[in-house]
C-alpha cells in the first residue's frame, strides 16, 4: 500500500521565519503534486513536480523533488499570515490514475 | 480553464434520505473523474475512480451499494449517497482529469454533508 507521509502535521511559526514541510512516499512515482486547503474550502494547486531534481516557485513558496530518496520538499520563506492554511503532497501511481495524498500539514502564521 | 463544478456547495438533510452530488467539468472533457472523502482536520481520502462510461473502481472499504457512482459524459459524474445516516456527514470532494500522460487533477469546491 503506497503511504504518503509528511512532517510536520502542525506548525505554527512567526511572520518573517522560515521553514520547510517534508513529505516522504513509500513507491516509485516521478510525480508530485502541493496544494493549499484553506478552512471550509477545496483544494488550490500550487506545484506539479514531475520529474527528479524539479524545483519551483511561487511567492515566499518553494517546493522540490527528488524522486531516489521518495522526498519533497516545500520551503516557506519570510511567512506572512496569508499562508496559514492546510498543505497537501499528493502522488499519483504510474498509472496516473489515482492520488495518493499526505497527511496534511497545518500551518498556522503568527503576526 | 479547468474548472470544476460541484454542487450543491452545502447539504443538510434527514436520516434515511438520498443525497446526489454532481461534479462538471466546465471547460474541458475529463475522462476520469475521483470522488474523496474528508473528515475534519484529516487528509482527503479517495472513495472511487469512475472512466466515462464503464463502472467506477471503489477502494477497499467503501460501500459501492451506498455510495452510487454514475459518469455518464465526459463533463458529469454524480454520487449518490443513498440512505444517509449522521455517520456518512462528511466533506465530499471530487476532481477530473483530462486523458494522457501525466494530467493533473482538478478539484471541485467540495460539498459539506450534514446528516441529521
Redesign the interface.
Same mark, same amino acid.
Given at each position: 500500500e503506497l503511504k504518503v507521509e509528511q512532517n510536520p502535521l502542525f506548525l505554527s511559526m512567526q511572520e518573517g521565519k522560515n521553514y520547510t514541510i517534508y513529505c516522504n512516499y513509500s513507491t516509485t512515482s516521478d510525480?508530485l503534486?502541493w496544494?493549499r486547503q484553506d478552512p471550509?474550502? =477545496?483544494?488550490e =494547486?500550487l506545484f506539479?513536480l514531475?520529474s527528479n531534481g524539479a524545483v519551483k516557485q511561487e511567492g515566499r513558496l518553494m517546493a522540490s523533488l527528488d524522486t531516489k530518496a521518495r522526498l519533497s520538499t516545500l520551503h516557506i520563506t519570510a511567512a506572512v499570515h496569508d499562508l496559514s492554511a492546510t498543505y497537501?503532497c499528493a502522488v499519483d501511481t504510474n498509472t496516473?490514475?489515482?492520488?495518493?495524498?499526505?497527511?496534511?500539514t =497545518?500551518l498556522t502564521v503568527i503576526p | 480553464g479547468a474548472v470544476v463544478s460541484?454542487h450543491p456547495s452545502w447539504v443538510i438533510c434527514k436520516s434515511g434520505t438520498s443525497v446526489k452530488i454532481e461534479c462538471r467539468s466546465l471547460d474541458f472533457q475529463a475522462t476520469?473523474m475521483?470522488w474523496y472523502r474528508q473528515f475534519p482536520?484529516?487528509?482527503?481520502?479517495?472513495m472511487a475512480?469512475s472512466n466515462e462510461g464503464s463502472k467506477a473502481t471503489y477502494e477497499q472499504g467503501v460501500e459501492k451499494d451506498k455510495f452510487l457512482i454514475n459518469h455518464a459524459s465526459l463533463t458529469l459524474s454524480t454520487l449518490t449517497v443513498t440512505s444517509a445516516h449522521p455517520e456518512d456527514s462528511s466533506f465530499y470532494?471530487c476532481?477530473a482529469r483530462r486523458s494522457g500522460?501525466?494530467?493533473?487533477?482538478?478539484?471541485?469546491?467540495?460539498t459539506?454533508l450534514s446528516i441529521l
Open positions: 510525480r503534486y496544494y471550509g474550502k =477545496s483544494l =494547486s506539479v514531475l497537501f496516473g490514475n489515482q492520488f495518493y495524498f499526505g497527511t496534511g =497545518s | 460541484q476520469t475521483f482536520k484529516q487528509s482527503l481520502m479517495l475512480t470532494i476532481s500522460e501525466y494530467q493533473p487533477q482538478h478539484f471541485g469546491d467540495g459539506r
